[in-house]
Nanobody
Framework: QVSLLESGGGLAQPGASLRVSCVVS????????MAWFRQVPGKEREFVAA????????LYSDSVKDRFTMSKDKARNEVSLQMNSLKPEDTAVYYC???????????????????WGQGIPVTVSS
């Protein structure tokens, strides 16, 4: 059984940094696209970043590009999202997700991912 467990997050002031991590158990990263999504109440789940399983390319949403960095630690079966220059609009519950047999056009769409973490809150406020 595959499980994803997020950690990190919390409260930060605007301009500060936070890191969220996700440990995958039950399978390796081989061929799996790993991604981060976020969601605020009343809105759809939003793509943040992904590392494609087929080639290791990293994608970012325009709203976080140049501020957030996604990375993968194969030895620890863990992916992380380093969030710098945080803004109040980054406030959300962040979800780790994993998907197999993903094509590029599916990477930013939540319904194509088979595995999900429970979500971890990130709050950016002064």
């Amino acid at each position: 059984q595959v499980s994803l467990l997020e950690s990190g997050g919390g409260l930060a002031q605007p301009g500060a940094s936070l890191r969220v991590s996700c440990v995958v158990s039950g399978r390796t990263f081989s061929g799996v696209t790993m991604a981060w999504f976020r969601q605020v109440p009343g809105k759809e789940r939003e793509f943040v970043a992904a590392i494609r399983g087929s080639n290791g390319h990293i994608l970012y949403s325009d709203s976080v590009k140049d501020r957030f960095t996604m990375s993968k630690d194969k030895a620890r079966n863990e992916v992380s999202l380093q969030m710098n220059s945080l803004k109040p609009e980054d406030t959300a519950v962040y979800y780790c997700a994993g998907g197999t047999n993903m094509i590029l056009s599916s990477t930013r769409i939540p319904r194509h991912y088979q595995y999900w973490g429970q979500g971890i809150p990130v709050t950016v406020s002064s």
